[in-house]
């Protein structure tokens, strides 16, 4: 299907020298963005908003150009509203309190936990939870901080902070005591939500230890107070199933700052849980950036743009339809739990499970079984998961009826195409959409994605087409415009709602990393080719770029290729120097099961850099990685930055900052290999 990006106004190209004045620029802008304001107005009122924006003011007031004033977006500043309100009370308001909101699945199948909450029900723990905090002091743009597992009970923190003008500061459960220390302090929390612990696969894991050892170090680090810790009990503890050896031990409680979540509940004052009107710009949440690439970002979003955005990118990046289950295998401690769990469904009245588990718990069948028990129409969830999953086999998607899926998203990765194909072939039995989401913590909701619409033709690994209201560009070396067909930097050229506002505590730190180098551009950090149809593939960071004689090489398509070839489940590519080539390919690659790195198979992943990509795509080094796999972010991406460093000899055993990473033992498995 032939597709051509939305033309660039001449405004937003290079600023030609006769709109040189602020003024000028300004109004130039302004009318350039009138119809993408319209539109985006036209879907926000649909909204409610208890004051409106004033009527005579521009959807939104923006400067992406560092160099001609601070940068910064405002969408309907002067409205007020409130998201939780929106997500829950307007669906109960409208006599649809009764549909079904979250469908609870337990870690272990069977051990009775499985429960399901109306809209009604859900309001009714949203606001006990929101007296709660404020009877323990949380008032409007206060920080609070959760450190939990997957449930029903972090959504409802996270809307319950929302409710009363909150920002919520989301720390992933599976972080240690040190990142959430660090979290704790950069957020000013004085409120800390945590649970007791939680059965993660076959483990128990204690939070509420780690989250102590967390607090002790916020003060004696950093010199940050913890005032209240709340500690939701998780029933798994208090019923005596599904845990390991720790479970049902008993947790201490420090008097004075430790309050059981049942009881701060029953003591609240009713009142503590009215909704708090706040303002559009007012922030919603900060949640840090997954850490691939360095030191995490403590990214900003604010309430009425991220709402817009990430109610309108669910409904149609899913092609969601009323009565539609959905499930996201995210957690909410990553931007994809945050836009596509507790709010992006629940502000479309969506029914959806939330899964406290892991795909490959008690087998590599659990997510199919969830899909059936449920009859799931719509699954999202990441590469890497996929990529585990088809390693297993595809008896274990045969063993279940997927029969009722309809959409099949995707995020977090480029997915290569064999991961693609399996999950719509095996998964999908061809009769459902794959939908490659392409996005990022900063982006705030979908950014690319091939929107499922008749006569779209899918392209394996290949994200497609910009979503409504973004203006992908791609930019070369000199920040010229690439056009047609052709290679570059992915920026975005105009603002969108739910776009980051800044980085916490260090505006400077946001404009250094998304605006410096192309003054009037939102830079990505991702790198893309737009095909002869218009439609755009993800190459890879441009940090990560591969370049090999001069020609520069995406890894997303070399590691596709190696992935390719029959025998390989996973592959990651670094660049090493080289003094002939500039840099050399070193690839390291996991094998499925049973089968041996051997001169042949050496011989058939050269074949297919070949076919696939070209002599140029030869590799110098081939690693063959153990058991324990590639080196992960906690929300599963490759740390190629790592192993960068191990290719080049270990870094003299000085690896930088390793605090993002899933498994160290990863590592130590790397290094006595190499
Ligand atoms: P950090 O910014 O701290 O290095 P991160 O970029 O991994 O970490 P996230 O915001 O969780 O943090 O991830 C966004 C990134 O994930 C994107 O910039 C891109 O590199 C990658 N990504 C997400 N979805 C896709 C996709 N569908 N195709 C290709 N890449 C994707
Ligand atoms: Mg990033």
């Not at 720790?246 to 909704?275: F, K, Y």
């Not at 011989?603 to 063959?624: D, K, M, N, S």
Request: proline share 6%.
């Amino acid at each position: 299907m032939a597709f051509a990006s939305p033309p660039l106004s001449a405004a937003l190209r290079r600023p030609p020298s006769v709109l040189s004045s602020a003024a000028c620029r300004r109004r130039a802008a302004a009318a350039a963005d009138a119809p993408a304001n319209a539109f985006w107005s036209a879907i926000a009122r649909k909204f409610h908003w208890e004051t409106p924006w004033p009527a005579d003011a521009p959807a939104v007031a923006w400067n992406f150009d560092p160099t001609a004033g601070p940068v910064y977006a405002h969408w309907w500043k002067g409205g007020r509203t409130n998201i939780c309100y929106n997500a829950l009370d307007v669906h109960v308001a409208a006599g649809r309190g009764a549909d079904v909101a979250l469908l609870f699945e337990p870690n272990e199948p069977a051990d009775g936990r499985a429960r399901s909450l109306t809209y009604a029900e859900l309001l009714e723990e949203v606001t006990a939870a929101a007296a709660a905090l404020t009877a323990a002091g949380v008032r409007r743009g206060d920080g609070v901080v959760t450190y939990m597992p997957m449930g029903v009970e972090l959504p409802v923190v996270m809307l319950a902070a929302a409710r009363i003008g909150a920002v919520h500061s989301v720390v992933f459960g599976g972080f240690s005591a040190a990142a959430l220390a660090a979290r704790l302090a950069a957020s000013g929390a004085e409120v800390l939500v945590t649970t007791d612990g939680v059965g993660r696969g076959g483990k128990w894991v204690g939070l509420k230890a780690a989250a102590d050892e967390a607090i002790a170090l916020a003060a004696a680090d950093y010199g940050h107070t913890v005032v209240t810790q709340l500690v939701v009990r998780n029933r798994s503890a208090a019923d005596g199933r599904g845990g390991g050896a720790e479970e049902g031990a008993a947790v201490p409680m420090v008097a004075g700052r430790d309050v059981w979540w049942d009881d701060a509940l029953a003591a609240a004052p009713r009142a503590g849980g009215e909704v708090v009107w706040v303002d559009a710009e007012d922030p919603l949440f900060c949640l840090f950036t997954s850490g691939s690439t360095g030191a995490p970002k403590g990214v900003v979003h604010t309430v009425g743009g991220y709402m817009v955005g990430a109610a309108t990118t669910f409904k149609y990046s899913f092609n969601y339809m009323p009565g539609d289950v959905y499930f996201c295998t995210a957690d909410a401690g990553w931007i994809t739990g945050h836009t596509y769990v507790t709010y992006g469904p629940l502000l479309n009245g969506a029914t959806q499970v939330v899964f406290e588990g892991v795909p490959t718990y008690p087998d590599a069948g659990r997510l199919w079984e969830i899909v059936a028990k449920y009859r799931v129409n719509i699954l999202y969830t990441a590469p890497t998961a996929l990529r585990s999953l088809k390693r297993a086999g595809d008896a274990f998607v045969a063993a279940h009826d997927t029969s009722s899926l309809k959409v099949l998203g995707t995020v977090g990765e480029p997915i290569n195409p064999e991961a693609w194909d399996w999950y719509y072939s095996v998964v999908g039995a061809s009769a459902a959409t794959v939908v490659d989401s392409y996005w990022q913590t900063e982006t705030g909701a979908h950014v690319l994605a091939p929107i499922p619409v008749a006569g779209l033709d899918l392209k394996p690994g290949c994200a497609q087409l910009p979503h409504l209201g973004i203006v992908p560009v791609l930019l070369d070396d000199a920040g010229g415009l690439v056009e047609g067909e052709g290679e570059g930097y992915l920026a975005i050229s105009r603002p969108w709602p739910s776009a980051l506002r800044t980085l916490l505590g260090d505006h400077e730190r946001m404009e250094a990393t998304y605006f410096a180098r192309f003054p009037g551009f939102y830079l990505t950090g991702d790198g893309a080719r737009r095909d002869a149809d218009g439609h755009l593939w993800l190459t890879g960071r441009i940090d990560d770029v591969l370049n090999v004689s001069g020609h520069r090489l995406g890894t997303a398509e070399v590691e596709a290729a190696i992935v390719g070839v029959p025998g390989v489940a996973e592959a990651a590519v670094v660049g090493v120097p080289h003094p002939v080539t500039g840099e050399a390919l070193y690839a390291y690659v996991v094998l499925m099961p049973g089968v041996e790195g051997n001169d042949a198979l050496r011989a058939a992943i050269t074949a297919g850099l070949r076919a696939r990509i070209g002599p140029i795509a030869r590799v110098e080094t081939l690693h063959w990685v153990g058991g324990r796999g590639l080196p992960k972010t906690r929300s599963g991406k490759i740390l190629r930055r790592l192993l960068r460093l191990i290719a080049m000899g270990g870094g003299g055993g000085d690896l930088g900052d390793t605090s993002t990473l899933a498994d160290p033992s990863v590592l130590d498995e790397l290094l006595q290999t190499s």
